[in-house]
């Protein structure tokens, strides 16, 4: 009886210490399944003892009814350890997918300093605008999945996509220098373009087709009506 007594102030500790020390991650399937387990397993000792007691049989079940306490007992433990691993587990993938955001924010950061430095002539454009909202609107809901995932302690399973989500929105940060790169040359070259006509392609002098212009070497700009100019772009 005393026995089980202990292992029962054991069990009420250990949730006690859950409530307070694993919020994030203690209505995790597994772990509720544990402590439910443990309760069952109480709730079959004193039964047991109880039918024992009445039987007059406690002397002779006495040894199976120890080593039930002490199998409750190793449970509440792996419980408690296994609680503790993971709690560190998930701090650690936390902290990982925080780092990672941050650094995709100011990757974000330094594109705008650098289309507001830059490409002044071309940063209020629609497109431009649209771009850097929808960047802006991705991190914050990334940062905000993240905090979610954390907080359920679910971030260990959900890593990888945030992390997917990252590499997304840098891609999206590439595009959106490229596309202000572009503008800001056509505006630039537009001037040169007494005809107004559409550009329709740019080129090395190599005759390679690229998306945006080439720094630091000649690129042919190509026009709808056929013409073409060379520009250095610096």
């Not at 020390?21 to 047991?48: G, M, P």
């Not at 406690?58 to 039930?68: K, N, P, Q, R, Y």
């Not at 373009?193 to 630091?216: A, E, R, W």
Request: proline residues 0%; neutral net charge; glycine residues 4%.
């Amino acid at each position: 009886s005393n026995k089980i007594a202990i292992a029962e102030k054991r069990y009420s500790d250990a949730i006690a210490k859950i409530d307070t020390s694993y919020v994030n991650i203690k209505d995790l399937d597994i772990f509720v399944k544990a402590e439910k387990d443990i309760i069952d397993s109480l709730n079959v000792l004193r039964d047991r003892m109880k039918t024992s007691f009445e039987k007059g049989n406690m002397a002779g079940d006495m040894s199976i009814l120890e080593g039930s306490c002490d199998d409750v007992n190793a449970a509440i433990t792996k419980l408690l350890e296994d609680m503790r691993k993971y709690y560190a587990k998930v701090r650690i993938q936390y902290a990982l997918v925080k780092t990672q955001i941050a650094a995709v924010s100011k990757l974000y950061d330094d594109a705008l300093a650098k289309i507001n430095s830059e490409y002044t002539d071309i940063k209020d454009q629609d497109s431009i605008v649209k771009a850097e909202t929808e960047i802006a609107t991705s991190l914050q809901a990334l940062r905000d999945s993240a905090q979610a995932s954390y907080n359920q302690g679910l971030i260990v399973d959900d890593k990888a996509n945030l992390m997917a989500g990252c590499d997304s929105i840098k891609s999206a940060i590439s595009k959106l220098l490229e596309d202000a790169l572009k503008a800001h040359t056509i505006v630039g070259i537009s001037e040169l373009n007494s005809d107004n006509n559409v550009l329709v392609g740019i080129y090395t002098v190599s005759g390679i087709k690229v998306n945006v212009p080439v720094k630091g070497q000649i690129n042919v700009f190509r026009f709808n009506d056929g013409k073409a100019k060379s520009v250095f772009v610096k």
